[in-house]
Structures are given as structure tokens and as C-alpha cells.
Nanobody, 124 residues
Framework: QVQLVESGGGLVQAGGSLRLSCAAS????????MGWFRQAPGKERENVAIISGNGGYIYYADSVKGRFTISKDNAKNTVYLQMSSLKPEDTAVYYC?????????????????WGQGTQVTVSS
């Protein structure tokens, strides 16, 4: 079992920045792919950014390319999402997820482990 705890959400004005953190514990493996997903009210959960187990491959959704950066610190079992130039449409609950494989998969249904989510609200 893997436990994931997100932190760093909050309220920010458009154009601002936030950094989300996801600390993993339990039966963790630095070789798991990990990612960030988000879900806005009335919408399906969507992928945002995913990093492969060894960090060698990173995926970004088109909507966040150039604005968000995912990174991981294997020594701390922590994944980060640096969000810049935030827009009101980025408002959502952001979830950290860990896969059971090392390569990147973009469908949230493939992910076995999820954090509780952290709210990000961007005001216009």
C-alpha cells in the first residue's frame, strides 16, 4: 500500500503561482510513475502532469504546457507541481497519484493510489 498526502493548495489571483507537494509513504518505490490530476466541479478528472519512475520522461497536458513543472525528489519520496501564470480555468481539486508501473500512463483509471486532493482556486 502507498499513502499519498498533498499540500500547497490555496487561493491565488490570476497570473500568480503555487507549488503543490505530494509526499509518499508506505510501500513506496522510487520506480513508480507519479502524476498530478485535477477535477473541476461537474467535470471529469483529467491529467495534468506525469513523471516516469526514473524521471526520464515527463508528460504535460496541452493546457498547462509552459506554465506547470513537475519534479520529484526520490530521497524524500516527494513529487512537486510548480504552477505559474495561473488562470481561473485552472481552478480544481488537484490530486496526486502513483501508478504501479514505472512508465507514464495518462488515463487516471490506470492509477492505483490517490491522495485526498487539495483545492486550488484562481480568482480573476
Amino acid at each position: 500500500q502507498v499513502q499519498l498526502v498533498e499540500s500547497g493548495g490555496g487561493l491565488v489571483q490570476a497570473g500568480g503561482s503555487l507549488r503543490l507537494s505530494c509526499a509518499a509513504s508506505g510501500s513506496t518505490s522510487t520506480w513508480y510513475a507519479m502524476g498530478w490530476f485535477r477535477q473541476a466541479p461537474g467535470k471529469e478528472r483529467e491529467n495534468v502532469a506525469i513523471i516516469s519512475g526514473n524521471g526520464g520522461y515527463i508528460y504535460y497536458a496541452d493546457s498547462v504546457k509552459g506554465r506547470f513543472t513537475i519534479s520529484k525528489d526520490n530521497a524524500k519520496n516527494t513529487v512537486y507541481l510548480q504552477m505559474s501564470s495561473l488562470k481561473p480555468e485552472d481552478t480544481a481539486v488537484y490530486y496526486c497519484a502513483a501508478d504501479a508501473v514505472s512508465w507514464v500512463r495518462t488515463d487516471p483509471r490506470d492509477y492505483a493510489y490517490w491522495g485526498q486532493g487539495t483545492q486550488v482556486t484562481v480568482s480573476s
